[in-house]
T-cell receptor
């Protein structure tokens, strides 16, 4: 599976959009981009995933560049409850396991 | 989204005893489940991949005789920590793959805190 690079930490003011970047320059054509987050002392929560097209659900939007070498997770109106470690993971749909890196620690502040 | 449930959420056991943690997929069938361990301020580390009806595949460095995994049905996998020691104290998390979802999405349980005293 392709490796990903994320900034170790980010801050965001409550109510503003949080834009979390992820680089995956070695991504293969059959690999999806998945985003999970882990709030302290809880299991990871699935947020969204995509292959080529931008995706949106009730939690977030995922913007994937045309060359698929990077992506951005957007939380449109961050709240304090969005404070968590966000993991960007690239995995082929047919592959089994998810390998976690160190993620981005997002701190949402008043 | 799909739901994966773990039980118990936390457990305290004495050194030398064994403890079992259950992982259930509540609204989908999971032919594949995964067990992770997480130490404080560290990322999740995959321990093993559990396939329904067959033996689990363990990651390098994980003792299969110490961490027994059983995946007897499409909705249940169990992790048994045998002869537990204080260094086994950790946050154990299971996940399950929904093979019918786009991209074979994997969903995680709430995690189980194990403290060995």
């Amino acid at each position: 599976d392709a490796k990903t690079t994320q900034p170790p930490s980010m801050d965001c003011a409550e109510g503003r959009a949080a834009n979390l970047p992820c680089n995956h320059s070695t991504i293969s054509g059959n690999e999806y981009v998945y985003w999970y987050r882990q709030i302290h002392s809880q299991g990871p929560q699935y947020i969204i995933h995509g292959l080529k097209n931008n995706e949106t659900n009730e939690m977030a939007s995922l913007i994937i560049t045309e060359d698929r070498k990077s992506s951005t997770l957007i939380l449109p109106h961050a709240t304090l409850r969005d404070t968590a470690v966000y993991y960007c993971i690239v995995k082929a749909g047919t592959a089994s396991k998810l390998t976690f890196g160190t993620g981005t620690r997002l701190q949402v502040t008043l | 989204g799909a739901v994966v449930s773990q039980h118990p959420s936390w457990v305290i056991c004495k050194s030398g005893t064994s403890v079992k943690i259950e992982c259930r997929s509540l609204d989908f069938q999971a032919t594949t489940m995964f067990w992770y361990r997480q130490f404080p301020k560290q990322s999740l580390m995959l321990m093993a991949t559990s396939n329904e009806g067959s033996k689990a595949t363990y990651e390098q460095g994980v003792e299969k005789d110490k961490f027994l995994i059983n995946h007897a049905s499409l909705t249940l996998s169990t992790l048994t920590v045998t002869s537990a020691h204080p260094e086994d104290s950790s946050f154990y998390i299971c996940s399950a793959r929904d093979g019918l979802s786009s991209g074979n999405t994997i969903y995680f349980g709430e995690g189980s805190w194990l403290t060995v005293v």
